[in-house]
């Protein structure tokens, strides 16, 4: 099925990680003009690279979206660059792990600064650009949100808290025809998961086998997803033939969250 991608232009942040990157070449793939960004310069110019040799356009702009004064830079860079912004897809951001009283003030800071404020103030820089288009906003959020987990509590809570404010964004939206919408991927294959993977095999003498399939049987499910998945469901949120999607937060966990 054609996407109606092609021609249009998006932003990519967290562009060097798994679900990001996997997004990444994904929108390029349909056509569109894509903006990567993240901490990485090296990993950025790598992805950039293989989006070039594939026939696509893209531009690498590296940047810590932590610090308040980068997001407004990288839409306009991004916008200079590829003329319009039709996408922004708001990849960027881990929280760290750990029992939710011994997580210390650094910690919720860090946990906030750049998967939720990051988020933000990508928002507020884009969306000009974004009424212009009849664009939309796509966030990475994570089931962790919807359910308690001691060991996740910054990442539950900046989860949920991306999740208000997509309902907030699609409430303004309506009026100005933007459509902002979230995705909640459970756990997926990326490096984190990898790094995961690892600690459990160290804590408890499991081979990588028996260790995986301790954490598929502790969440519940057949298998994680893959960052491949994560980004097909991106981009069909972002196709304008799901013109009224607006406001919808998805799961994409394998049955994990069964809660309504």
Same mark, same amino acid.
């Given at each position: 099925?054609?996407?109606?991608?092609?021609?249009?232009?998006?932003?990519?942040?967290?562009?060097?990680?798994?679900?990001?990157?996997?997004?990444?070449?994904? #929108?390029? =793939?349909?056509?569109?003009?894509?903006?990567?960004?993240?901490?990485?310069?090296?990993?950025?110019?790598?992805?950039?690279?293989?989006?070039?040799?594939?026939?696509?356009?893209?531009?690498?702009?590296?940047?810590?979206?932590?610090?308040?004064?980068?997001?407004?830079?990288?839409? @306009?860079?991004?916008?200079?660059?590829?003329?319009?912004?039709?996408?922004?897809?708001?990849?960027?951001?881990?929280?760290?792990?750990?029992?939710?009283?011994? #997580?210390?003030?650094?910690?919720?800071?860090?946990?906030?600064?750049?998967?939720?404020?990051?988020?933000?103030?990508?928002?507020? @820089?884009?969306? !000009?650009?974004?009424?212009?288009?009849?664009?939309?906003?796509?966030?990475?959020?994570?089931?962790?949100?919807?359910?308690?987990?001691?060991?996740?509590?910054?990442?539950?809570?900046?989860?949920?808290?991306?999740?208000?404010?997509?309902?907030?964004?699609?409430?303004?939206?309506?009026?100005?025809?933007?459509?902002?919408?979230?995705?909640? !991927?459970?756990?997926?294959?990326?490096?984190?998961?990898?790094?995961?993977?690892?600690?459990?095999?160290?804590?408890?003498?499991?081979?990588?086998?028996?260790?995986?399939? =301790?954490?598929?049987?502790?969440?519940?499910?057949?298998?994680?997803?893959?960052?491949?998945?994560?980004?097909?469901?991106?981009?069909?949120?972002?196709? !304008? =033939?799901?013109?009224?999607?607006?406001?919808?937060?998805?799961?994409?966990?394998?049955?994990?969250?069964?809660?309504?």
């Amino acid at each position: 099925m054609d996407l109606a991608l092609a021609g249009k232009a998006a932003i990519v942040t967290g562009a060097t990680g798994g679900i990001g990157r996997a997004t990444a070449l994904r #929108l390029a =793939r349909e056509g569109m003009d894509v903006a990567l960004t993240g901490r990485s310069a090296e990993r950025l110019a790598a992805l950039h690279d293989e989006i070039i040799a594939g026939g696509g356009r893209a531009v690498a702009i590296a940047a810590d979206l932590r610090k308040p004064e980068a997001a407004g830079g990288v839409v @306009a860079t991004a916008v200079a660059a590829l003329g319009r912004l039709d996408l922004l897809v708001n990849c960027a951001g881990a929280t760290k792990r750990g029992d939710v009283l011994a #997580l210390d003030e650094a910690d919720w800071t860090d946990g906030f600064a750049l998967k939720f404020f990051g988020t933000v103030r990508m928002v507020r @820089a884009a969306w !000009p650009h974004l009424r212009e288009a009849a664009g939309g906003i796509v966030t990475v959020a994570g089931n962790g949100g919807r359910t308690g987990d001691r060991d996740f509590a910054i990442g539950g809570s900046v989860n949920a808290a991306l999740g208000l404010l997509t309902k907030a964004l699609a409430d303004r939206g309506i009026a100005d025809g933007v459509r902002v919408n979230t995705v909640n !991927p459970g756990i997926v294959e990326t490096d984190r998961y990898r790094v995961r993977l690892a600690r459990l095999m160290t804590e408890t003498g499991l081979s990588e086998q028996d260790a995986a399939a =301790r954490m598929r049987a502790t969440h519940r499910v057949a298998r994680f997803a893959r960052p491949e998945e994560v980004a097909d469901l991106i981009a069909v949120m972002a196709s !304008p =033939r799901l013109a009224h999607l607006n406001g919808a937060i998805v799961d994409l966990d394998g049955g994990e969250t069964r809660a309504l």
